[in-house]
């Protein structure tokens, strides 16, 4: 069985139905569909989502808000008469009815993804289930997962639309996942089923070796590890979130990137470690801009400061502790916490930093420190810090922030372009 996210883009209008359907309908084991809720079809368009979150916070200050109900029920009535289907006048009148009665925020993002997947299922002839039933809070709005999965475990068992992004408590009361949620949905539907594969289908044809806007001849990945996948993620490509990884990448399931402008490209695999196979190579460049780099001195060592670090709350993009320091890297919209100004003795601060990583589970099998700094060197960049952790699975060199493009050409040079 094959568990298939669709996005917004994907679900933007009628013609996006119908591509969708036809994607279903190519491979019988497509069987949970998970869909967001209608995109923009231009860039001047809006999300439905925003346009319920519109609704809802007029409604809650008692302003009108019907003329943005009537943009939201007109994108839903011009999808089902493209697609031959009755207008979904009573599930309209549904949302609109809960966001007079004083609806919650989540309660009416979360019908954009309902009304979709109500149409969806009606277009495909699957039933569609309410996520309400399936995807488990807590009373503090905190996804429970491991509930989830056991409901899910019980209630996938054939063909069926899920809807993505919500989900409720035991009381019924409805919450969202962060935005962008379906892909968690979906994840979290393909781990339960212990599924063939999680397709991911979006607007572009796969993970690239770097960003297109910096390397506009970067290549797509055609597949690569999960450890491989978290790497990226953390290190500046956002491919998917991490909590639309993690229940596929800890039930082994594999994670197919699709594109459905493009549906017979095979995209980019991302699976457990792929057998027999020796890879020694690179897969991908990418980077993060706009940090800052401190090193804390400290008489008796920077543990302590690390520690303190970590009870602030605060997730360092880089920390490194060592005999007489702590060494951090924070991303912009984070400021050194209070409680570790006391701690130390001597500062030295760099702002306007970049990073630049290679990313490759080959790197360790060869000489990749190596010809990484030598990269950055023959393009004049100086180097601030550079790691590369036992195994090599990914290389970082912390940059003068004005020289990150030419750092991320220079390394992409070295490692993928050859
Ligand atoms: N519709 C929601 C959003 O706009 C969730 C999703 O698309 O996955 O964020």
Known sequence: MRVCKFGGAALRDGEAFQSVRSIVQAEPSRQVIVPSAPGKRDSRDEKITDL???CQS?????????????????RYREIA????????DEDLRQVYAGL???ASPAWAASRGEWLSGRLLGAYLGFPTL???????FDGQGRLDTAETLALLRKTLRGPCVLPGFYGA??????????RGGSDVTAALAAAACNADVYENWKDVRGVFSADPDLVPDALYIPRMTYREQRAL???GGQVLSEDAVAPVRQAGVPLNIRSFLSPGHPGTWIGPAFSGEKRSEAIAVTGQTKLTLYRLERQDGGEDLAQATLKAGLAPYRM???????CLTLKKDEALPQALHRLYERAWQQEHAAAVSVIGEGLSRMDGAARFAAALSAAGIGVLSLHMPPEGLYITALIPGDRFAPAINAVYDAFIRR
Request: overall charge negative; aromatic content about 6%.
């Open 52 to 54: 319920l979150y519109a």
């Open 58 to 74: 007029a409604a809650s200050d008692g302003r009108a808000f019907s003329h943005l109900f009537d943009r939201i029920a007109s």
């Open 81 to 88: 008469a493209a697609l031959g289907l009755p207008a979904p």
């Open 100 to 102: 007079r009665e004083g």
């Open 130 to 136: 309410d996520a309400a039933q399936v995807i488990r």
């Open 169 to 178: 408590d035991g009381t019924g009361t409805v919450y969202t996942l962060a």
């Open 233 to 235: 993620s953390l290190l």
């Open 320 to 326: 490194a502790a060592d005999a007489d320091a702590l």
